[in-house]
């Protein structure tokens, strides 16, 4: 019994698992599926423009449905799977009573045009997380509309960008570190800057000289700085004050890509460093499910400056009730409604359940959690920086690589077989081979010490000239999966096979 | 506040892995003066609430939102009824809790879902790919212009927009628009709602425009005649058909029949509920040619190593990550799982359902349409073709406005709130009314009832 | 990629699993679980009878026990899994919106002693439930009170037992036909009677000589004859209208077990059979999901004459609305409460889901799928009884045991790796090394031939001599579990290992 | 009406198949003059409904059981605060819709949560064995008593049991006894609603019993001395303690420890909403010595033929499958997925959070009683020990309670109401009331104010 499933043995298994083809191919014509109301009016069609073929969705009946997609998230990992150290996506726990309050008819079932006093509940969410968002930000203003990171990021950067015409100063260039998540880049070119790219220092963070020798370049053409903190390698910006004051100095604005809040919410506030505007990931920091690729939400929080080009309308608060205030210098808005509404109300949700202390626990226990993975296996991989990290941190596969030829990419998929999400991998950019390591605070020492002990088994095999993997995984229902091949000859739906 | 899985020993013991001696200590780097000042109060909030004390909390305000018993509401956003599956099935941690799948081979089920997504987007619009989903409706009309832009090679190319595009997407559109080039110019509409032929042959003539956006169904509920505004348009300039309310293709002739060539649009109401506007669903659909252009996420299907079919993200060429400032849009998370839950309804809603649902809002507005009209109260543009929403011209609107609004019935949306200057002044007692197929012939009759009289 | 693995090949295959120890390992002392609300009057502890040892819970964090039974999840087959034919348990699919129903706080919150003032709405459902029942059962009453089919005979035969005593005739017997299921002897004992076991004829039903037999031998000391129709072969008792009258020529009485309705409902009604007293299944006939093993409900239905004696409260409508009756002659309670009130409420949903044509289409469908089913599979395998069946059947395993040595438990297991859930084995008892096939009428033509093209491959395999299946599954998280061993020595509990 | 998934070309196909001509054709068995009697009429219900108006008639009838804001009814049903995940995770089509674990190769996620389920029930009371869950608390008892009958060897043994066991465990009891043995004897309670020991021991004198069935906490909320009481029962005479309030085992000492041999009860509160009754679930644990005279299904642990742990459905030859009229018990489907509930909850509560939900719920009656008290409204039996609920004296009972009811307070169960002859004259005022954890103080101090005026 002591060989039984549940001991010692490497957590991945295998078990059965039921193929499935796509729901189209469960398709019988005349099948009926969801059952409509009867209609109690009389029976009208249109006469003109008509559909000539009927769209061909699928003729399934409503077990088909359940089975498909059951039988179809058993293929998936996921957060409650197990321990997803995903880096840079803070793949946390998503506390189920979110789930709960957001399906509320009083929040699922409300019409964005109802009337004001019809709607005071949910103006009334909107308001107190914007107002918390601040507190934690230390900055003045937030508006919750943006509908994701990469939607802040462009948000932020418009109102820099409103700002500076207001003062009728035109700016052309944003300062990005090197370690930047591609959407800084992306976001700026989309409003309308280049991108500089700053080089990092040694220790992984930006230092003041690359700065001021942008500074003296391009002196006020700079809008702004856009950095993260912590930044992609985990580090903290330890000279972020100074640089902002550099910035400042020259008019221009510091940006701030909130993503990693996770590493210091409650123990260092972006609007005491110097930071104009920020973006948050509340699908990050607070924890609203991933769902495969979202939805997310990614609030921004601004000095007073910027407040006045925020996306409108605003919501006020008076002795009468909830209230819109449309202002007149807003740069527009960036989405329907006033933000991805039901993403909102877990972010809430989830701050309520913490209170203030709960927050800052979040960073402390996110640190200490990876610090702990670090200290782990930095003595089997290559750490990349010795520099204090925070939240996450990047080992590379330098030692496999040289001593074994086996890559970051074997790694990965060697975890995944040992019943592991695999970490980021090959990213940031600055560290050839990156394996970026976020373990969050929801992980057990226990499960840590079991993705410990995984890693140690691929490095021990790796090591011996055992094994290369590149064959991993090989428990997983598809085995490694030709990605180029999908991009050489690109099949996007059903028909385009044969397109 | 929710405990967190560390014990106090489990604490000490991984200071001692790590070598240092508390928590705090891990957060040296941190300048003493910023982590001085990282004093928050949260006020009422400061102290964590349990998960009873959150229902109470929240259940006291989601209250304030349902003190009305029917609604009319539409212009982009649309009650529909969710099947009891769609809420049920997207509660699978593996699907919830899953992140983008970057890596297939453990991520196969979002993968092939969300092939089954850009499938039957293609069927709907009739179009050629689709990708993956994108914020909303109004995000995936500014991504559409801006690669309407790119294809054209000039980034600051003349956009032309027809001003009865749901006021919203407008706006969005120009905000995404402004900090790179001028915002889309405005094609009026006609005496009949619908986009006017003259105007945007002159526009055309004028400005050489790289596209037209045209809503379709547009803001009035009105379909518009895309073959027809198709012919004015030169050959090189993209015909960008929006849809806030793709149901119509349940009925209506595919933009891509039509000739549009880009179609995007909003998906929420195949499965998920308003939120208050969002999370929604954006789409983008168009053709193969211009596939490396595409902004989002696309899946694509390939094989695996034992030759088996599988699913990959495909052509990330495009994408922020690879690409940085150059890549075709800054989208990274988007809508996966909404996307997933449009998939869900539409497989279970099918093919037939699909059209029944067409012919119930059909037929609920043309109940809605003869009975207001036969209680004097008419259409503002008669002689469109309407598909569930319309324009009436209510006397008296914002004394019976608010007086179906006190008795729990909110009769629709008020035109002149969402336009300014004339076309404010033209709207000013413009009603925009919208049956959804939730509603019964008494509610539309109790709404008529209200509206006729005070 | 004609290889693929949603191709033509087994339904069952192999994916990632991963390994799970029970709760209790998960444990750290001192980890702390689910937040109880702040105590708001002050903490007071007892002083007498003080527990000595807190009783060892798990410790362990919501992440943990969502990772947990998530994983074990992911071990069970299930009808949202696939096919389950799994004869006498009618596995068909469980509407999802019964279930949504039933959480309703209207419906879930609600204490059985609330005044009946406040809670109208439940009476109002079980009241309606038990019309509908007896529309269905073509009887006079109904209680939902019994909490599962057993507890439903159980009340059945102690109504039967009342009614002698009431008319001072004490009897001994029931007559039980061989092919019932092992709950109707067991039932007959508990409620004080001796079973007296019928045999069934050549055709595999009940013949009407055993009956008259037995009447001859125990005359009035036979209390009642118990009868499930269609029986556990899947055959309808044509001769059970005369049989009835046998019984009631001597005063006994007629009890149906409805277990097997779903093949009936709508179809024919045990009221005009002569049936006297009758059980339900809910749980099977009208879908209440099955959640491994329960809960179900057994409500009973009667003949006016056996009224008197159903269990206490009966639910009775009024003009000025529900209330309960207390019948003076009531057998009593057979549980708490007016039964399993969440099952009823989810059968009264899947009811009026589908209405009355509805429910006739279950025994349509149900007896049309079955017999497609056994259309081909008694090419493969020896069909039990010629007999024309209804909603499931009986095969065997005399061909593959007589030519190759391979049993049913052999041929069930080799289903599991075909991604099936076996049939019913070795039951009913009068078979030898019975299979009895139950699809139900959600299973569509495409998925039942894939059981039948599983079921081919298998038999293809045992007749080749390629295979005997002894070692089956091999798919599985865990293989040939040893069940002997498990009675052998049995552990029951985590702290049992020691004892 | 919901679909079935065959398309009438495959209803021909399959008749094909068959070798009919028509569906009917194969009920062809029944005799004709049943099949033509099988006319239903659901009246209103004739025709099917689709979800959307299943919810609106469902909500409708709901409805009406929501008009009270709070209450303190208690006597074996308790409301309970239920985390989010217990309703979420049984909802896994996996947990929700598998059978009773026949084929363990593919059970093992439902078995090894029962073999959790029976350790937990074992470690709480204190037991050796437990086995898979009961009906319900009350059939449990009944089963109790059956098995000591068994392991007596006298079928229609002597049974005693305490008066103050919840009435309707009493009833269920002689329900299940009436038909093989006579009922149960009452030892009445004391002045201090405590079992009567003298009583007690004049009955033990005088029937030679084979059990006592005690219930603690008592149907009063008293914590019964079973220590005293087992030392005045016979070595043969089995103590049974039922509990339906096992949460009192967060602070009390186990029957176990106090000499009982079975404990039963109602474990509902541990997770699953009190549903106006049911589903709830049974728990039954004992000596090992008296394993093979369970009812019901038990779990064991074993190994699978690659040598690793599993868990198999055991010792079935108890079982009515197998052993028919011979069987420990008619049970076949109990109370599975309720019983995950509970070992879901339990978990998630923990071992500090299982003794923090006592002390709250002693805390909050501790409270309620002092007021009330100071209200002038005293405990009937004030020198016994109380967990969460007891029997207050409320002068004019009948007026307070209606117009606490009318105001949405329901202040507890009246006990006349639950008894008759003379027990029910000595209850004439009483009134039972309980607190749970989601009560706070406005809530208690609201229903001080109502029952100690009018
Ligand atoms: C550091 C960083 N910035 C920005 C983003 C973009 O956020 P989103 O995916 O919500 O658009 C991410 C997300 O991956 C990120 O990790
Ligand atoms: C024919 C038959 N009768 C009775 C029963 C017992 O029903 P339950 O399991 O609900 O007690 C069953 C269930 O398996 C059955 O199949």
Not at chain 2, 124 to 134: C, D, I, Q, R
Not at chain 2, 217 to 244: Q, S, W
Not at chain 2, 388 to 413: H, M, Q, W, Y
Request: with cysteine; aromatic share 8%.
């Amino acid at each position: 019994m002591d060989k039984g499933m549940d001991q010692n043995k490497s957590l991945g298994t295998q078990g059965l698992v039921l193929r499935e083809a796509t729901i189209f191919e469960r398709s019988a014509a005349g099948r009926k599926g969801f059952g409509l109301p009867p209609l109690d009016v009389p029976l009208k069609k249109p006469s003109l423009y008509k559909r000539t073929h009927a769209a061909e969705l699928p003729e399934v009946s409503e077990l088909d449905v359940v089975r498909h997609f059951t039988r179809l998230s058993s293929w998936n990992y996921s957060i409650d799977t197990g321990t997803f150290p995903l880096g840079s996506c803070t793949m946390k726990y998503n506390p189920r009573i979110n789930e709960e309050i957001a399906a509320l008819p009083g929040f699922a079932n409300i019409h964005p045009d109802m009337p004001v006093e019809l709607c005071q509940g949910a103006l009334e969410v909107v308001h107190t997380l914007e107002g918390l968002l601040g507190e934690i930000a230390g900055l003045d203003e937030v508006s919750a509309q943006p509908a994701a990171g990469a939607v802040g990021e462009f948000t932020g950067l418009s109102l820099i960008h409103a700002f500076h015409a207001q003062h009728n100063s035109p700016r052309k260039y944003v300062l990005v570190p090197d370690t930047a998540h591609g959407t800084n880049p992306a976001s700026c070119t989309l409003a309308g800057y280049q991108t500089i790219t700053l080089p990092s220092g040694p220790k992984g963070i930006l230092d003041i000289e690359p700065v001021q020798a942008a500074i003296q370049k391009y002196g006020r053409d700079i809008a702004a700085l856009m950095v993260t903190n912590p930044n992609t390698l985990g580090l903290f910006e330890s000279n972020i004050s100074q640089i902002s004051e550099l910035l400042h100095g020259i008019g221009a604005q510091v940006y701030m890509d909130g993503a990693n809040m996770n590493a210091i919410v409650g123990m260092a506030r972006p609007g005491d460093m110097g930071v104009d505007v920020m973006h948050f990931n509340l699908h990050k920091t607070f924890s609203t499910p991933h769902g495969g690729g979202g939805p997310g939400a990614g609030p921004v929080a601004v000095r007073s400056h910027l407040a006045p080009f925020l996306p409108n309308p605003r919501v006020r608060k008076s002795s009468a009730g909830y209230s819109y205030e449309w202002l007149p210098n807003s740069i527009g808005k960036v989405k329907s409604g006033l933000g991805n509404f039901g993403v909102l109300v877990r972010a809430l949700c989830y701050i309520r359940h913490h209170g203030r202390d709960g927050v800052t626990r979040i960073a402390k226990n996110s640190v200490l959690n990876a610090n702990y993975l670090r200290a782990h296996l930095s003595k089997i991989f290559q750490l990349a920086y010795e520099t204090p990290s925070f939240h996450e941190f990047v080992v590379s596969d330098s030692r496999q690589l040289k001593s074994h030829n086996v890559k970051t990419l074997q790694i990965a998929k060697a975890l995944i077989d040992h019943g592991f999400h695999p970490p980021t991998i090959y990213f940031p950019l600055v560290v050839p081979g990156a394996m970026l390591m976020e373990p969050t605070e929801t992980e057990s020492l226990q499960d840590l010490d079991k993705l410990v002990e995984a890693f140690q088994d691929i490095v021990h095999r790796i090591e011996s000239g055992k094994e290369t993997f590149d064959n991993a995984p090989t428990k997983t229902v598809v085995g490694r999966v030709d990605e180029a091949a999908a991009a050489r000859r690109p099949v996007l739906s059903l028909d385009d096979r044969t397109l | 506040m929710p405990s967190f899985p560390l014990t106090p020993d489990e604490e000490r013991r991984a200071l001692e892995v790590i070598g240092v001696q508390t928590i705090e200590d891990l957060f040296s780097s941190i300048p003493p003066q910023v982590r001085e000042r990282a004093k928050m109060d949260f006020g009422e909030a400061n102290a964590g609430l349990s998960e009873h004390e959150l229902r109470r909390y929240f259940d006291g305000i989601a209250k304030h939102n349902t003190q009305h018993t029917s609604h009319f509401l539409g212009g982009g956003v649309y009650d529909n009824i969710i099947p009891a599956i769609v809420n049920q099935l997207v509660l699978r941690g593996e699907f919830l809790t899953c992140y983008t799948p970057y890596q297939p081979e453990i991520s196969q089920g979002t993968l092939q879902a969300i092939f089954e997504f850009q499938t039957m987007i293609c069927r709907l619009t009739g179009m050629e790919v689709s990708n993956a989903s994108l914020y909303d409706g109004a995000s995936a009309t500014a991504e559409a212009v801006m690669m309407a832009q790119r294809i054209s090679g000039k980034p600051d190319a003349p956009i032309l927009m027809a001003a009865s595009t749901p006021p919203e997407y407008k706006t969005v559109v120009n905000t995404f628009l402004k900090c790179n080039s001028s915002p889309p110019i405005e094609v009026p509409w006609n005496k009949e709602g619908s986009l006017d032929e003259e105007k945007l042959k002159s526009l055309i003539a004028e400005h050489k425009p790289s596209a037209l956006v045209v809503a379709s169904p547009n803001y009035f509920g009105l379909i518009e005649p895309l073959d027809v505004i198709r012919k004015h348009l030169p050959a090189d300039c993209l015909l960008i058909v929006t849809m806030a309310d793709p149901s119509a293709l349940s009925l209506f002739e595919t933009p891509a029949a039509l000739g549009a060539d880009v179609v995007v649009g909003e998906a929420h109401q195949f499965g998920t509920p308003m939120l208050f506007g969002g999370p929604h669903v954006g789409f983008f659909a168009t053709k193969k040619k211009f596939l490396r252009n595409l902004p989002g996420r696309l899946v694509g299907e390939t094989v695996d190593d034992r030759g088996q079919r599988a699913y990959a993200l495909t052509l990330a060429t495009r994408e922020q990550h690879i690409r940085r400032e150059k890549a075709t849009s800054n989208i990274c998370t988007n809508q996966g799982l909404i996307a997933l839950r449009t998939t869900i309804y539409l497989s279970f809603l099918g093919k037939q359902g699909l059209i029944q649902l067409g012919e119930m809002n059909y037929s609920l507005f043309d109940y809605l349409k003869e009975s207001l009209a036969s209680h004097g109260i008419p259409l503002k543009f008669k002689k469109g073709l309407h598909y569930r929403e319309g324009v009436f011209e209510v006397p008296n609107l914002s004394v019976r406005f608010d007086k179906l609004t006190a008795n729990g019935i909110v009769p629709g949306i008020c035109l002149s709130q969402k336009y300014s200057g004339s076309q404010r002044e033209e709207f000013e007692n413009a009603l925009l009314v919208c049956v959804h197929p939730g509603h019964t012939r008494a509610e539309i009759d109790a709404l008529v009832e209200g509206l006729s009289h005070g």
